[in-house]
């Protein structure tokens, strides 16, 4: 299985917005980092748990891109 990390750096790269919605699912479902910590952690700079690794795997599944633009959950 692709390490998380490097899935959510793909989507960002597609579109700058996926940050954000990214670290919201990750927040709601669990994870402690602040904005421009997840942002270090998902670029590699800055290291986290294995389970914040489950938790923004969680986040990419429930912001991957399904036809609807980045930022629009509905």
Do not use: C
């Not at 919201?24 to 980092?33: C, D, P, R």
């Not at 389970?51 to 991957?64: F, M, P, R, T, Y």
């Amino acid at each position: 299985m692709e390490d998380p990390r490097l899935t959510a750096r793909r989507l960002i790269e597609q579109d700058a917005r996926y940050l954000r919605d990214l670290w919201l699912s990750y927040w709601s479902n669990g994870g402690e980092a602040q904005l421009l910590e997840f942002e270090s952690y998902v670029h590699g700079v800055y290291e986290r748990s294995e389970s914040d690794l489950k938790i923004l795997s969680w986040a990419i599944h429930d912001v991957q891109p399904s036809g609807r633009p980045p930022g629009r959950r509905y």
